[in-house]
């Protein structure tokens, strides 16, 4: 059993919870995600890691009420517990392998869409604590949607908030404040864009124009997490890729997200599931390679 320390409500059906997992903390890096399960009965949940505490030996998790899985998660309190906690899973981000020296001569943004600011959170400061600041753009749907503020600024060189309807921050998309900031002069070598997948498509259109670099993360797209299920198959510079296994961090430019997000419609049904197991055959696992 994994012990909840903390639970808050962020945001309107968005909630972050503190769990008690210290071989996770003790081993997990920007990028990585976890499964949870509330109970025997319950659904595995794939959540990209927003923080850790290596010393406390704690895993932060960060998430949106989306069905009735994450609504019964959203009911447990600090002090309840998760049945099980599975993690680090997923390749880290390419930077944390990176020559630390070559590293800082990068100029980086990263752009975070709703709650995709959780997962931006803790490679932005994993940045911070080695002495690169980079330029966050955080974008939300209203001002009472938006997570993170405080913490994200705490450790961002330059921190931009959007609104889609202008009741806080800069007014408009995220997209608007990546071209004011390069048409003010900011020159960028690498581009992280991490949200909803409407939302990195078109930030990813954009940096492509512009001569960016752009790194996405498809942790949206997953089910499973194992590989097994098929549900985030994806295509990369047009091969086959799973975005729990192989990613979930990928080249941006080379992400097909028109077939992600169709695929992602139609893997909600029973049918849909069946008609892409059917199509793909050998590929439509990233796991074992076979349906079984």
Request: some cysteine; aromatic content about 6%.
């Amino acid at each position: 059993m994994y012990k909840i320390l903390r639970a808050e409500e962020l945001a309107d059906n968005i909630y972050l919870m503190e769990v008690e997992a210290k071989r996770i903390a003790a081993a997990c890096k920007p990028g990585q995600f976890i499964i949870a399960r509330k109970d025997d009965e319950g659904e595995r949940i794939p959540l990209t890691i927003c923080d850790y505490d290596r010393e406390k030996g704690t895993i932060t998790i960060v998430f949106q009420i989306v069905g009735a899985s994450t609504q019964m998660m959203a009911s447990l309190k600090a002090g309840d517990s998760f049945r099980d906690f599975v993690g680090p899973l997923g390749c880290a981000s390419e930077f944390v392998e990176e020559d630390l020296e070559e590293l800082k001569k990068k100029k980086m943004l990263f752009v975070a869409g709703g709650v995709g600011t959780a997962p931006v959170y803790p490679q932005v400061k994993w940045l911070h604590e080695h002495g690169i600041d980079v330029d966050v753009i955080v974008g939300a749907k209203t001002k009472d949607m938006l997570i993170l503020e405080k913490e994200m600024e705490a450790v961002a060189g330059n921190l931009y908030v959007t609104t889609d309807d202008g009741s806080y921050g800069r007014s408009g998309m995220v997209t608007q404040t990546i071209k004011e900031l390069v048409e003010s002069g900011k020159k960028y070598d690498t581009c992280v864009a991490i949200g909803p997948m409407i939302m990195m498509k078109f930030v990813c259109l954009l940096t492509k124009d512009l001569g960016i670099p752009t790194i996405v993360s498809l942790n949206p797209i997953m089910v499973d997490g194992t590989g097994m299920c098929g549900a985030c198959r994806v295509s990369v510079g047009g091969k086959v890729k799973f975005a729990c296994v192989d990613g979930p961090e990928f080249d941006g430019h080379q992400v097909n997200f028109d077939e992600a997000m169709q695929r992602q419609q139609i893997y909600k049904t029973a049918e849909g599931r069946a008609f892409l197991k059917a199509k793909e055959g050998s590929s439509h696992h990233g796991g074992c390679g076979n349906c079984q």
